[in-house]
């Protein structure tokens, strides 16, 4: 099983290689991100849950994932109100740092290579998108003093305008009522599908070349360290915790369950921050940083259940 690691990591060098030659341009993080965001990650998602269809033990797993989650994202968003001092707008973002994975750059990846099934990582996406990310745009839109008009009708409208939440949907209903796509649909979807994983992980590697840093105040190591430390550690123990101990999971679910756990902090927790006006230093460091240190946690933690 680690041999599957290989190729996430060799394509991820890949990427930053590529990307430190500047080969592609200075925009190629941005369009292959795109592209992977809007076109080969749906295709790949609806592609895999029409053909396996999510298991029964899925539902535990992701309860403990989800209560992990929860818990060290309530740890980093205490932290930045009762030790560091930060305005509400910057708490959500320590604990989207925190708990929000990147389940679709590098956790579909890690879920085609090591698991050999996409379908759990789906519903991860599908959580992700449809629930927390509202909350945190809602919360973040709290924060603001000005209310524009139309905010509350494009919160409400965040998961119908996600291509990946759409196929993700689409492909769970049809996987549950045993529907196929067309065969030459079918195997269009499989094609492009096909090209999600390699694109991902190149667009990963893109996105840790250093870049300019946003203008806005420098951050503590020390804030960006907890959250490296309670995304990259902590959430795996806490989630092996409760879904070992507590659920009695063993065996591939227990694995995807944490595996999932242990990857890194979202590249929407940067894209957030901006899009919010606040200092993008913490969001990007805590993003590098926990990626780094994935290409270790997620490798012991499949060493050690396997």
Same mark, same amino acid.
């Given at each position: 099983m680690l041999a599957a690691f290989v190729p996430i990591w060799a394509l991820t060098a890949v990427g930053f290689v590529t990307g430190r030659a500047g080969v592609l341009g200075p925009a190629a993080v941005d369009v292959l991100g795109r592209f992977v965001f809007y076109v080969a990650m749906p295709a790949a998602l609806l592609d895999?849950?029409?053909?396996?269809?999510?298991?029964?033990?899925?539902?535990?797993?992701?309860?403990?994932?989800?209560?992990?989650?929860?818990?060290?994202?309530?740890?980093?968003f205490a932290a930045a109100r009762f030790v560091f001092g930060r305005p509400l707008a910057e708490q959500t973002i320590a604990a989207m740092a925190s708990g929000y994975v990147n389940a679709g750059n590098l956790g579909i990846p890690v879920a085609v290579q090591v698991l050999g099934d996409a379908s759990f990582i789906a519903v991860i996406l599908l959580i992700q998108t449809s629930i927390l990310t509202p909350v945190i745009l809602g919360t973040l839109d709290l924060a603001r003093t000005d209310h524009a008009a139309g905010r509350l009708r494009r919160l409400l409208t965040v998961p119908l305008r996600s291509p990946v939440m759409l196929a993700c949907l689409a492909g769970v209903l049809l996987g549950a009522a045993h529907v196929r796509l067309p065969a030459l649909a079918g195997d269009a979807v499989a094609l492009l599908g096909r090209a999600a994983v390699p694109s991902a992980l190149i667009a990963l590697g893109l996105s840790l070349v250093p870049r300019d840093a946003p203008d806005?105040?420098?951050?503590?190591?020390?804030?960006?360290?907890?959250? =490296? !430390?309670?995304?990259?550690?902590?959430?795996?123990?806490?989630?092996? @915790?409760? %879904?070992? #101990? =507590? !659920?009695?999971?063993?065996?591939?679910?227990?694995?995807?369950?944490? @595996?999932? %756990?242990? #990857?890194?902090a979202a590249q929407n927790t940067f894209i957030f921050a901006r899009a919010y006006d606040m200092d993008g230093t913490y969001a990007r460091d805590v993003i590098v940083a926990s990626t780094a240190l994935s290409m270790a946690t997620l490798t012991v933690a499949a060493a050690l259940l396997q």
């Open positions: 895999t849950l029409t053909r396996q269809p999510i298991g029964g033990t899925a539902g535990r797993a992701v309860a403990a994932f989800v209560v992990s989650t929860l818990i060290v994202a309530a740890v980093g806005g105040e420098p951050r503590r190591p020390v804030e960006v360290g907890l959250a =490296v !430390l309670l995304k990259s550690c902590v959430q795996p123990v806490v989630c092996y @915790l409760l %879904a070992h #101990l =507590v !659920l009695g999971l063993t065996g591939p679910a227990l694995l995807a369950a944490v @595996l999932c %756990a242990a #990857l890194p």
